[in-house]
């Protein structure tokens, strides 16, 4: 039914798919498994007209498939449920599902009709009691997550051939999980040929007819799921070349400072919810995540993405308002209920999108250098221009960023020299607690080493780092202790002798693997 | 764009653009408006500008943090009415009364100016919304507080100020200047001025460095306010009449100085000596077309055509930045 040859396709400074060839029969289930950033969603995005590939081809039923936009896709009879939702919140049930071929009368919309189709096609995927005309938005996100492939399998011309389902099951309950599958065993029986992505390897051994594994961008290894077990899944995803091979670099810092108190100490913190957590039952209290983080220490936080990771620096540092639980800095309670609380304590972050969140982008790097230290850069409200040029040609000293000079605008800097600039700017307000969520994506080789050395040497001088990454080399090659999350929770904790990423991710899968006990924790 | 030379031509411009247009606006009515370069008609020019260039540069703060204040003409009319009333209390000596007056005018423009900036800031609500809202409460306020009817009769000492000259200028329009001067100072040399620059790019980037961004936010409205409430006196001390209808349509003159002076509608870029030559433009066109005789509705028609044209250009020069 689909069959790709050769598929390549590069991003600046990334080959996300490397040669990948495949061949999927008609009537198939077939998965799609590997690592954050193995290639997975670049592979979907050529299949569904996203991206174009920069070498290969694809056929679709025996004819050649190049889908150019989205819609090349939809009419050839490919649909992707997307893993965000892409319904309109404010129409209804009945438009979201008919958007691309309302029924017309005279050019007017023809209601009765609307409601009749869409009527079919919710009953087809088990939403027969569900008012077509309820707006979208008053929904559950399960039942928003149904009317999406009821919209992909959909009828009329368009009907769909193959089905792919990028993690359905992310966001809904075991109960409503087990819904979905019914409807996808349903599809199945009527000869869909569907690709399956998902976290959750128990889905794809009880689902699924074969697995292809994905590992930085290249297609490892495709088998039946009946010839595979989790574990040999998981060594594929990892490939054994990688392992630990960077873990020995370095770390030659002196140990964490024990003697005094821990310069960050989490007690029941309960972040916002997080993408996969298991959603919350009435009356039950969750307990929230404990973590303590040393002076001269660098802990790190692995999880799939999803996880909590992100939600959990967040709370930390106030971003969404004060987070339920107890913090100590340096031994003491505060109460972090904004980011101006936490960066009066000493705490930076880094955010994981450094050009929405980090950076002023059409302002110099002196300004965004001092964004967090005008209090240091100005005298009684009134800034003092050589000293800001001077302070942000010194940080771009130390850190050896590249810039023109102190009135360079940072949306003319490279990705690695501009995250230099947002590290210079938590350095000059003399940060002791600094987060950093992902702080390599989407950085050059080059840049990456220097960014780990100076993480280095900051835990060296006293700093007490807090690393997210997807990266598992990266957080073995950097920190003392591995925090891993699952579902909103620390699944394990793990010291630098027990670094293995097959010990990371089994952590990282715990609660994925077996539906029933999913977020039940260690 | 990476020769430098290249690229600060093209900034100079970008600064300039507007300089040079006001020349050929003034050179153009020069050569063809009769008695335009006459001592008085300059003058005269000044002092329409005043109030425009007033209000526009407490526009300039709205709009350089990424808001817009439509509530100014209306405001004003509030000001000019409460602050009237306050001047005629005649239980105090004149001078008493006209501090109070003043100080009344004031305090109703940063008290409307302060809500539109905290109700925007705390519920997300765009500041378009917000004000356009204000607009109505005090455009209905000024009319419950006079019962719609003009106020006159001011203190003789206050009424001078709006013909008294210093050094053959229009005292009103140096007061201008001067507020229009400390505000270039507070945007460009202290701590709140890059708050306001830097909110206006991107408030999200602010406010994860540690900042109060709501503050600056209500801050920044609160100018705007407070120039309104000045503008509102000196409205009051030119006509010797505070009515609840004046003031009318200012607040679309207000923006068009301030985008025509080259400040961007989206926020973050732009500078208040901009605003002083947009708001000049305005004047000298509205002037010189007068004296060239054409009539109010065609002059509406060309400043009209003018503020798009200023937006064009706004536009071609961000894609220009942005290609750079």
């Known amino acids: 039914m689909l069959e790709l040859d050769g598929l390549t396709k590069r991003f600046p400074g990334v080959l996300a798919l490397d040669g990948v060839s495949l061949s999927i029969a008609g009537g198939e289930m077939h998965a799609l498994a590997g690592e954050n950033g193995a290639g997975k969603s670049s592979l979907i995005r050529l299949l569904a007209g996203i991206h174009r590939p920069d070498a290969g081809t694809m056929r679709l039923g025996g004819a050649p498939y190049a889908p150019s936009v989205p819609l090349d896709a939809i009419r050839a009879g490919l649909r992707v449920v997307h893993q965000e939702l892409n319904l309109l919140p404010a129409l209804s049930v009945a438009e979201n599902l008919l958007f691309e071929r309302l029924p017309r009368r005279a050019g007017l919309l023809d209601r009765r009709r609307l409601d009749e189709r869409a009527r079919a096609l919710l009953a087809s995927v088990g939403l027969d009691g569900l008012d077509p005309r309820r707006r979208v938005e008053t929904l559950g996100i399960a039942q928003c997550q149904l009317i999406e492939i009821a919209r992909a399998v959909g009828g009329g011309e368009t009907e769909g051939r193959v089905l792919i389902l990028d993690e359905p099951t992310a966001t809904l309950t075991p109960r409503e999980s087990a819904r979905l599958f019914e409807l996808i065993e349903r599809l199945r029986a009527r000869g869909m040929t569907m690709i399956y992505v998902s976290h959750h390897l128990a889905e794809i051994f009880a689902l699924c007819d074969r697995v292809s594994v994905l590992r930085n961008g290249r297609l490892v290894e495709t088998r039946p799921t009946a010839q595979t077990d989790a574990s040999g899944l998981i060594r594929a995803m990892l490939g054994r070349a990688l392992a630990a091979q960077e873990a020995a670099a370095g770390h030659l810092r002196p140990p964490p400072d024990a003697s005094r108190p821990p310069a960050l100490e989490l007690r029941g913190v309960r972040p916002r919810a997080a993408p996969s957590a298991p959603r919350q039952v009435a009356g039950e209290r969750p307990g929230g995540i404990d973590l303590v983080l040393r002076h001269g220490e660098i802990v790190g936080i692995a999880g799939l993405v999803g996880a909590g990771r992100t939600e959990l620096l967040r709370a930390i540092f106030g971003a969404d308002g004060r987070a339920p639980g107890t913090m100590l800095r340096d031994g003491h309670e505060v109460r972090i209920a904004a980011p101006s609380d936490a960066t009066r304590q000493g705490i930076g972050l880094l955010t994981e999108d450094r050009k929405r969140e980090g950076l002023v982008l059409p302002m110099s790097a002196a300004i965004n250098t001092s964004l967090a230290a005008l209090r240091r850069i100005a005298r009684a409200g009134i800034l003092r221009p050589a000293a800001e040029r001077a302070a942000c040609m010194e940080q771009a000293g130390r850190l050896s960023t590249r810039l023109s000079g102190p009135g360079q605008k940072v949306v003319e800097l490279s990705g690695g020299n501009q995250q230099k600039v947002v590290l210079a700017k938590w350095l000059l307000a003399g940060t002791r607690v600094l987060m950093l969520d992902e702080p390599t994506r989407g950085i050059d080789v080059g840049a990456k080493a220097e960014i780990h050395d100076l993480l280095d040497r900051l835990a060296a001088s006293g700093h007490a780092l807090l690393v997210v990454s997807s990266e598992l080399p990266e957080l073995m090659r950097l920190c003392d202790r591995i925090e891993v999350m699952s579902r909103g929770r620390i699944a394990g904790s793990l010291e630098r002798a027990e670094f293995s990423e097959e010990r990371i991710l089994e952590l990282a899968y715990r609660g994925f693997v077996d539906p029933r006990t999913s977020g039940a924790g260690p | 764009m990476t020769d430098p030379l290249a690229r600060r031509l093209r900034a100079v411009v970008r600064e300039a653009g507007i300089g040079v247009a006001l020349l050929l606006v003034v050179a153009f009515f020069a050569l063809f408006a009769p008695g335009f370069l006459g001592e008085t008609n300059l003058s005269n020019i000044l002092t329409q500008v005043t109030i425009n260039l007033i209000l526009a540069t407490g526009m300039t703060f709205a709009i350089l943090i990424g808001g817009i204040d439509l509530s100014v003409g209306a405001v004003m009319a509030l000001c ?83 013909s008294a000259h210093l050094f053959g200028l229009p005292l009103m329009f140096l007061l201008a200047l001067g507020l229009l001067a400390f505000g270039w100072v507070v945007l460009t040399r202290t701590v709140f001025g890059r708050m306001i620059y830097a909110i206006g790019n991107n408030e999200e980037a602010v406010r994860l460095s540690g900042h109060r961004t709501l503050r600056v936010r209500v801050a920044a409205f609160t100018i705007t306010g407070l120039c309104v409430g000045i503008a509102a006196m000196v409205y009051v001390t030119r006509l010797s009449i505070a009515n609840p209808i004046l003031g009318v349509g200012f607040e679309l003159n207000a923006i068009a100085a301030v985008i025509i002076g080259g400040t961007s509608l989206s926020g973050g870029r732009g500078s208040l000596f901009g605003t002083l030559l947009g708001a000049i433009v305005i004047g000298v066109l509205g002037n010189g077309l007068v004296l060239m005789g054409m009539s109010d509705f065609s002059r509406q028609i060309v400043t009209g055509a003018v503020i798009i044209l200023a937006v064009v250009l706004d536009s071609y020069r961000a894609r220009l930045s942005a290609a750079g």
């Not at chain 2, 239980?91 to 905290?118: D, E, H, Q, T, Y």
């Not at chain 2, 800031?121 to 607009?135: D, H, N």
């Not at chain 2, 419950?144 to 001011?154: K, M």
């Open chain 2, 80 to 162: 000019a009415v409460v602050g009237g009333t306050v001047m005629q209390a005649p239980f105090l000596p004149p001078w008493a009364a006209v501090c109070a007056g003043i100080a009344a005018s004031l305090a109703v423009g940063m008290v409307a100016g302060a809500l539109n900036g905290a109700i925007s800031a705390l519920w997300g609500i765009p500041s378009f919304i917000v004000t356009l809202g204000m607009l109505n409460v005090a455009r209905g306020s000024a009319l419950e507080v006079t019962d719609a009817r003009s106020i006159y009769d001011f203190p003789d000492a206050f009424l001078a100020f709006g």
